[in-house]
């Protein structure tokens, strides 16, 4: 830790501020949509080096979870655990210049909000059952596990975790399905959400996409290896080129027999989260069958269209807005400027106590080149709008540099409501545009126009719309979910006073 981040923290210790409060401010300004996780999974017919294996497509798949890392493997009939707080480099480094004989091992990276930052909600979980061993690692969320908790519990079930994964392995424990593979298709009959898993039991390893496929899910093969994985990019790393990604409601097992493929009973309509597309998944992945690069570009170019020419630059909030940036300046015919640059080494380990201090986290991170702003209208692009923090932060540090106007274009519709498929979206209550119209938001951030992506020009971006999620922006959810009584009063609330539309 450096010297800054110690005097910080005394900082913070001397004016008795609460540290956690602090973090989760802090995140805030890096941050303001977190993803749950990501997974991945190895098998190998020959023994190799699963758990160094395993730190590759971790460490590709770093941006789907930030706070803890973990792997679990088998050797010598015996389950292995290893999990941490913090990032793959941290936790799993030790794995790199260990030679671990191993076929097969699952691993997870975390992001905390649900459950808490808390060593015991890292994953994978593992277990002993009546069913075997199993350790498992989950990205998603299980949308009725109150329900299922709250039944579990008051039937004298214990919980170690205060993360919805753990039911998982209660379900399939409890069944009264004495082999494995009833009692997981038994559970997965059970739980409604968001679960793309990786699960070992004893010597097999399964992994499941949901039959709604919210998260994507990949499997590839070379020889007798196979590699399960949250994104395309985590099996490149491993220059696995045969691979596709699992259907929605398929679950596969892989032994020493080899691969076996079946679909769960369950049907529901595709619901993919378009989020994937907008902002989560990593611009070098295909996710849903699509190229995550070309999807953004393809919703900067539809902003461009519905705006003509405002600007003399465009310029994108690094790194989330640079694809959907070069669409948009391609379209409109506008020169593209990196006038936003990004220091990689402002990470998230450290905390700032005042409003002031937090416009400094944003300037650590993002700073302004003048001499492509200065006197320019620009039009700045970034993929959604959350709170504003860091949107009113930004304009500011672009008027400071000079510039004439700022414009300002979300790649994605209006956040107004929750998602209860693994995404830590904040409450209503907190997002911005449950309280402003894009006019009034331009006014409180000082902008000079604010636009966004209306659902129908996103949906135009997609190839099969029809087969994605839209629930955060719509507020229609594809089956029943838990919305507080709170928030519900918030949208009557909203309902009533706040106006659709752009301003421009
Ligand atoms: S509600 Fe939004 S973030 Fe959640 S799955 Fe649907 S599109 Fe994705």
């Known amino acids: 830790m450096s010297t800054v981040q110690h005097r910080l923290i005394d900082c913070v210790t001397e004016l008795s501020i609460d540290r956690s409060a602090l973090r989760l401010l802090y995140r805030d300004v ?69 030679d671990i004989s191993s076929h097969l091992g699952i691993g997870h990276v975390r992001y905390s909000t649900h459950g808490g930052n808390k060593l015991e909600n890292a994953q994978p979980i593992h277990v002993r059952s009546n069913k075997g061993e199993i350790a498992l690692a989950h990205n998603g969320n299980i949308s009725n596990s109150r329900a299922i908790q709250k039944e579990l519990f008051d039937d004298g079930s214990i919980f170690q975790t205060s993360s919805d994964s753990e039911l998982i392995l209660h379900l399939i424990s409890r069944s009264r399905r004495a082999d494995f593979h009833g009692a997981l298709v038994d559970t997965l009959q059970r739980i409604e959400g968001a679960f793309s898993l990786v699960l070992m039991h004893n010597d097999t390893l399964m992994a499941v996409r949901d039959p709604s496929g919210f998260r994507p899910l990949f499997i590839g093969t070379k020889g007798g290896l196979t590699v399960v994985a949250s994104e395309s990019c985590a099996l490149d790393i491993l220059h696995i080129c045969d691979y596709r990604e699992l259907k929605p409601g398929e679950l596969v097992r892989v032994d020493s027999r080899g691969r076996h493929h079946e679909m769960l009973s369950k049907q529901l309509p595709t619901r993919q989260c378009v989020f994937e597309l907008i902002y989560f998944a990593r611009p070098d992945s295909t996710v849903f069958e699509t190229s995550v690069y070309s999807s953004r570009k393809r919703m900067g170019a539809e902003l461009a269209r519905a705006d003509g020419t405002i600007g003399d630059v465009v310029i994108p909030v690094p790194d989330s807005g640079n694809s959907a940036a070069l669409g948009y300046a391609e379209q409109a015919g506008i020169p593209f400027e990196l006038g936003l640059t990004r220091n990689h080494y ?139 009584d709170a928030q519900l009063e918030i949208t009557d609330a909203v309902c009533a006073t706040t106006h659709t539309g752009n301003t421009s």
């Open 30 to 98: 890096q941050q303001e949509l977190g993803h749950f996780c990501g997974i991945a999974g190895i098998f190998s017919l020959d023994p190799i080096n699963v758990p160094e294996q395993l730190f590759f497509p971790l460490f590709s798949i770093q941006h789907r979870g930030q706070e803890s890392a973990g792997i679990a493997y088998r050797r010598a009939n015996e389950t292995v655990v290893y999990k941490d707080l913090g990032m793959v480099s941290q936790v799993l480094a030790r794995y790199l210049d260990r």
């Open 346 to 484: 402002a990470g998230r380990s450290f905390i700032l106590p005042t409003k002031a201090a937090r416009k400094l986290a944003v300037r650590m991170k993002l700073h302004p080149i003048r001499d492509v702003i200065s006197g320019k209208r620009v039009v700045l692009v970034d993929d959604s709008l959350v709170r504003g923090t860091t949107a009113k932060i930004l304009v500011a540090l672009m008027k400071e540099a000079g510039a004439a106007e700022v414009h300002l274009r979300l790649s994605s519709p209006e956040i107004r409501w929750p998602c209860f498929f693994g995404i830590d979206i904040p409450t209503r209550e907190e997002l911005i545009s449950n309280h402003m119209n894009a006019a009034e938001i331009a006014r409180a951030i000082g902008a000079d126009s604010v636009r966004f992506l209306s659902i129908e020009q996103l949906q135009r971006c997609l190839i099969q719309p029809s087969d994605y999620c839209f629930s955060c922006f719509s507020g229609r959810y594809p089956f029943a979910v838990p919305l507080a």
